[in-house]
C-alpha cells in the first residue's frame, strides 16, 4: 500500500508523519481517516480551496489535475507548480510526500 508521508504542520500534524493509504483513495480522505483534520469546507465536492497540499514528491503517481481543480488551484493560498486539492488528488502506486500549507483562504476554519 503507499505511503503520504506528511511534512510538519504546526497544528494538523506537528511531527509530520506516514500513513497508509489505499490506491484509489483521495489524499483528503486518507488524511482523515487517519485523525490529521485538514480542512475541506466543500466537504470534498471541489467547490474551494481549503485543503489544498503541496505535492513535493510523488506528483505524477496522481493523475493529471482536471480544468475544475486548476482553476480553483489559481485561488490557493501559497499555490506552486505541484499544488493540488486533495480531496481531488488520488492516490496512486507509489508513495506521496506532501505539504500542508500553512494558511487557506478561509478565514474562519470550520469544525471538520
Same mark, same amino acid.
Given at each position: 500500500?503507499?505511503? #503520504?508521508?506528511?511534512?510538519?504542520?504546526?497544528?494538523?500534524?506537528? &511531527?509530520?508523519?506516514?500513513?497508509?493509504?489505499?490506491?484509489? !483513495?483521495? #489524499?483528503?480522505?486518507?488524511?482523515?481517516?487517519?485523525?490529521?483534520? #485538514? &480542512?475541506?469546507? @466543500? &466537504?470534498?465536492?471541489?467547490? @474551494? !480551496?481549503? @485543503?489544498?497540499?503541496?505535492?513535493?514528491?510523488? =506528483?505524477?503517481?496522481?493523475?493529471?489535475?482536471?480544468?475544475?481543480? &486548476?482553476?480553483?488551484?489559481?485561488?490557493?493560498?501559497?499555490?506552486?507548480? !505541484?499544488?493540488?486539492?486533495?480531496?481531488?488528488? +488520488?492516490?496512486?502506486?507509489?508513495?506521496?510526500? #506532501?505539504? +500542508?500549507?500553512? =494558511?487557506? +483562504?478561509?478565514?474562519?476554519?470550520?469544525?471538520?
Amino acid at each position: 500500500m503507499p505511503i #503520504i508521508h506528511i511534512l510538519p504542520h504546526a497544528s494538523l500534524c506537528p &511531527e509530520g508523519g506516514d500513513i497508509e493509504a489505499p490506491t484509489g !483513495t483521495s #489524499i483528503c480522505e486518507a488524511l482523515l481517516d487517519h485523525g490529521i483534520a #485538514i &480542512e475541506h469546507a @466543500c &466537504e470534498m465536492s471541489c467547490a @474551494c !480551496t481549503t @485543503c489544498h497540499v503541496v505535492v513535493k514528491q510523488g =506528483y505524477r503517481s496522481l493523475g493529471e489535475p482536471d480544468e475544475i481543480e &486548476e482553476d480553483l488551484l489559481d485561488k490557493a493560498w501559497g499555490l506552486t507548480p !505541484t499544488s493540488r486539492l486533495s480531496c481531488q488528488a +488520488i492516490v496512486g502506486t507509489e508513495d506521496v510526500t #506532501i505539504e +500542508i500549507p500553512k =494558511y487557506t +483562504i478561509n478565514h474562519a476554519r470550520e469544525n471538520h
